[in-house]
């Protein structure tokens, strides 16, 4: 029963780390546009979130394997598992927002004055941009949680003067 609850709890372990990485390296990695051409999404250390994904489910396979023939994997195995998984919490931390790429060209049809939003995944931030005569106007105004920086903060919201 405590063997069980063990196996669990480890279990519980790598499904985490595995949740922690998964979005930032596979983001990454379609970016890198193996399979067809992709314009990269941002994403701060995607590289190491790829990386320290693979050698996570590597070791959790390695240790589930010798789990399941009978073994017993040994002090220094559960330290190194429960180490890479703070890596894991410690990376996703440090590592940033992950941002979409903004609208450069124009969809085929639109017209000047087309306005597109682009809204990221989480629904908590959105980039705005305009197609002009010639070309895409870059995103210029982001909304961060429905707000933005207060008035005169920000060179596109300057303060008026007698603002009430």
């Not at 895409?136 to 005169?152: F, M, R, W």
Request: net charge positive.
């Amino acid at each position: 029963m405590v063997r069980g609850a063990f196996i669990a709890l480890y279990a519980g372990f790598a499904a985490l780390g595995a949740a922690l990485l998964a979005r930032p390296a596979v983001l990454w990695v379609q970016g890198l546009g193996l399979t067809r051409p992709v314009r990269p999404w941002h994403v701060p250390l995607g590289w190491a979130a790829a990386l320290l994904a693979a050698v996570l489910a590597a070791f959790a396979f390695g240790m589930a394997v010798h789990t399941a023939v009978g073994g017993k994997p040994r002090r220094r195995h559960y330290l190194a598992f429960l180490l890479l998984v703070a890596l894991a919490l410690l990376l996703r931390a440090v590592s940033g927002d992950i941002r979409p790429p903004p609208q450069i060209e124009a969809l085929p049809g639109d017209l000047p004055g087309t306005i597109y939003v682009c809204i990221s995944s989480d629904e908590q931030r959105a980039w705005l941009s305009a197609l002009s005569l010639h070309r895409v106007l870059p995103a210029t105004v982001q909304a961060n949680a429905g707000t933005h920086s207060a008035p005169g903060l920000d060179p596109l919201l300057p303060l008026y003067p007698n603002a009430r």
